[in-house]
């Protein structure tokens, strides 16, 4: 049996917001541990008037179950601020993950970030390099040092006029 996916940004689906930072909460606990799910939402989710409309945070579900997001963020780090905009919250729901979902996210950002004007987007990340290797990202420099060190990571997106809503079968 086919499941359908679809990706939409959070604002078409914000009653999903609270679920979202529920997921930052336990997938990022060292950093949202002390934060409750309105702080969140303001600070990572609502878009900013002086950010170009960023966030962008998108939603992914299957049948119309939430199982996985991804957001295009300004700002990521201070040391890093000259660049952007930055990938970021990339999270799939452990129970779907092997079904091309965080792919098929990463996908769906870049063009909206190629819609958008972006000609280039960022991440960093400490496990996830060999991923985006194979999406077309090329590495350009480590950031910190041993257990703290992080790859950043460079996307030149191809400007697209692809609708936001999209849908697909997965595995």
Known sequence: MSEELRIRSLVDCPEHAPLLAEWFRGEWDQHFRNWNSLKIITEFFTPSRTSAGLPVVLVADIDGKPCGTVMLRAQWRESHAHLGPWL????????????????????????????????????????????LRTLGWTFQEMIGSDKESIGLFRWKPEPSGSDLNTKGSTR
């Open 88 to 131: 970021g919250g990339l999270f799939v729901v452990p129970e779907y993950r092997g079904r091309d979902i965080a792919r098929r996210l990463i996908e769906t950002l870049a063009a909206e970030a190629g819609k958008r004007g972006y000609t280039e987007v960022y991440a960093g990340t400490k496990n996830l390099g060999r991923f």
